[in-house]
């Protein structure tokens, strides 16, 4: 640790000590990142986003009255039912004319159930999926929720009502030998499914069941927005720095705490998910078009060649808008981002400036790329970085080593399971030619080796960044899953020349 960053902690260390916090020094010394070390950019992030006061001497009761006020809603919110307290001796209760499962009273228990499952679904479906490159949301906490957990109380975990809920259709494929094969997903391996994590045992309960909850609580407290699509992007960083805090004191209540500060964020960037305003001064279409004005006022000639091509900032800006440029770099990077975005008194027009320098940082790339090219980099920058590179680069390898390489790439526009359980393929288009984005990308490699054997190897990869650490073996499937979704016959034509056709899959990888 270099003197330099040593007496930037002291700095740090000296502004928290005081009684009475000064906002205005702790933003300026904040701007250009704070520690990791000690858990001062927790105790920063947390006065920077409107929680804890400036007056220290109100910590400990304002803290003990929040995070009960928080236990407050979880008691009230997450509700199960038709099961009474185990410790009054009781088991499921009676199912009465007054409140049973087909009832339709609005304020029934069971109709306002099954009302919240359909947001629940949504946001268990996303944070599943949050942050795939790290093994941290997929871990077991230290300080599982003791209301939840506690057999004795009538509050289920919000897992178990999803699997409830949700009936997983078993999967059938028949190969082209005719045989038919049966397998469930409850015992699909890691290596098929990268999206797939082993459930953790009773009394235990993962990191992004904690978002999980954290979100259907927000969603119950704010009916008028309820859950949207991304806002998982926006908590996560903020739990991982609290729960992740050196001191356990604080550690203990990391989801109370986010809660409150994602909630006082949300306040903040709330209208960028509401549809309804998209087209007020307020909402998210007036910040895109800033980002075009501020990029004609800082370069003019990037501007023209974007608005010549037809690239409207709502191709790229909403998602860099409204997640926080959470999704466009790796986690890590993302909290550096957020120490500058918090501590700026005007932290969103902030956000419009670094969204116009990530544009001019790659304006060479911008300026000799055609339209296809650009929407690539602009809505995806690290598609062609960390693991699709390790692929290509792995192709290019093989031809060290085999008579003939053969390779073929190209889109897919998979379908995915949305809130009602059914599965839908849906893609965005963009441009005035309505030119759609796939969802994923296929690889076919065909390897024609020198004893005369054909050997071959099919990936699948998202349309998303992926990190280098997940192995490409994570990433191979059957052959006939690309032809079945591409439409693209590749067996069939290889078995016209060769006898000895040899298909890699993760199976056998």
């Known amino acids: 640790m270099s003197t330099s960053y040593k007496s930037r902690i002291a700095e740090f260390n000296c502004s928290l000590g005081e009684p009475k916090i000064s906002l205005q020094k702790l933003r300026k010394l904040s701007f250009n990142g704070i520690p990791s070390e000690g858990g001062i950019r927790s105790q920063c992030w947390k006065i920077l986003l409107n929680y804890l006061p400036t007056d220290q001497t109100l910590w400990a009761t304002f803290l003990e009255k929040q995070r009960k006020l928080y236990t407050q809603f979880l008691k009230e919110l997450i509700i199960q039912p038709g099961i009474a307290k185990a410790k009054l001796g009781l088991s499921r209760e009676d199912v009465t004319f007054e409140d049973h499962p087909l009832n339709t009273n609005p304020d029934s228990r069971w109709n306002t159930y099954f009302r919240d499952n359909e947001v629940l679904l949504q946001i268990d479906k996303d944070v599943r999926r949050l942050y795939p490159d790290m093994a941290f949301f997929q871990r077991p906490t230290d300080y599982p929720c003791r209301l939840i957990m506690d057999p004795e109380n009538e509050y289920e975990t919000l897992r178990k009502r999803v699997e409830q809920t949700t009936l997983k259709a078993q999967t059938v494929a028949r190969n082209r030998s005719g045989v038919t094969n049966v397998s469930s997903p409850l015992k699909t391996t890691v290596c098929n499914s990268p999206n797939e994590y082993e459930v953790l045992p009773n009394g235990c309960e993962a990191h992004w069941e904690v978002v999980e909850r954290i979100l259907f609580i927000f969603a119950k407290l704010n009916p008028g927005i309820a859950y949207v699509q991304g806002m998982n992007e926006v908590v996560g960083p903020i739990y991982y720095t609290f729960a992740t805090d050196p001191n356990d004191a ?89 120490d500058s975005l918090f501590a700026d008194q005007n932290r969103f027009d902030f956000l419009i400036l670094v969204c116009c320098a990530m544009l001019i940082l790659i304006r060479d790339q911008l300026l000799a790329g055609d339209f296809t090219v650009n929407m690539r980099l602009l809505q995806n920058p690290h598609l062609n970085q960390n693991a699709w590179n390790n692929l290509e680069q792995y192709c290019r390898s093989l031809t060290k080593y085999n008579k003939n390489v053969y390779v073929c790439t190209g889109p897919l526009y998979l379908p995915r399971m949305e809130a009602d359980g059914k599965m839908y393929v849906k893609y965005q288009v963009i441009g005035a030619n309505n030119v759609a984005v796939p969802t994923h990308f296929f690889k076919v490699v065909i390897l024609e080796k020198f004893n005369g054997e054909i050997e071959l190897r099919s990936y699948i990869m998202p349309n998303q960044p992926v990190a280098t650490t997940i192995p490409l073996e994570r990433f191979l499937v059957p052959i006939e899953s690309i032809e079945r979704a591409s439409g693209l016959l590749f067996v069939p034509n290889i078995l016209k020349r060769t006898n000895s056709l040899k298909a890699i899959t993760s199976g056998n990888c």
């Not at 550690?251 to 705490?257: I, L, R, T, Y």
């Not at 509401?274 to 998210?284: F, V, W, Y």
Request: charged share 25%; glycine share 2%; aromatic share 16%.
């Open 250 to 338: 604080w550690k203990e209540h990391a989801e109370a705490d986010t809660f409150f500060c994602f909630t006082n964020l949300m306040s903040e960037i709330k209208d960028n998910f509401i549809k309804s305003l998209d087209d007020s001064q307020c909402g998210i279409s007036y910040k895109m078009e800033s980002v075009y004005s501020t990029l004609k006022e800082n370069d003019l000639e990037l501007y023209l060649k974007l608005q010549e091509q037809n690239i409207k900032p709502q191709f790229f800006a909403f998602r860099w808008l409204t997640l926080l440029l959470s999704q466009e770099f790796l986690l890590p990077d993302v909290i550096q981002i957020w």
